[in-house]
């Protein structure tokens, strides 16, 4: 079963949650974004993203999860396009990885130019599984 990594905003949990179920039968969910509590973010923040990263680092399958946030379709933040920017390189240094977004992006997302150069070279695809 393929190890797959989701990424995305933490504040769009519920469509998280539910696409984290429908994919749960097909794939190894080795990470997803999760909310830090406020009271304690400054604390728990750097475990969090180093565990993330690493996820990264052994995942089969990103899938960056670009739901429509602030208004913007196919929503894509610096969190978001670094990670993806990571799993990019692993895959253009030889590693054997699989790179996904949920929704072609609006023109309005920050690293929109780079995210379809990346779609015509095919180091990422949009995912139609």
Known sequence: MKKLVMSGSASCQ???QKLKEDLENRYEIIDFPKPIPKDDFINLYPKRH???YNAIGRCDLFLLCNFDK???KGYVG???FAELAYVVDRKLNGENVEIFILDEPSSQVQAYDEIQLWLKLGWI????K
Request: negative net charge.
């Open 50 to 52: 180093k565990d993330f």
């Open 14 to 16: 519920n469509e998280l």
């Open 125 to 128: 695809k949009i995912w139609d």
């Open 78 to 80: 610096a969190a978001g």
């Open 70 to 72: 602030n208004g913007i």
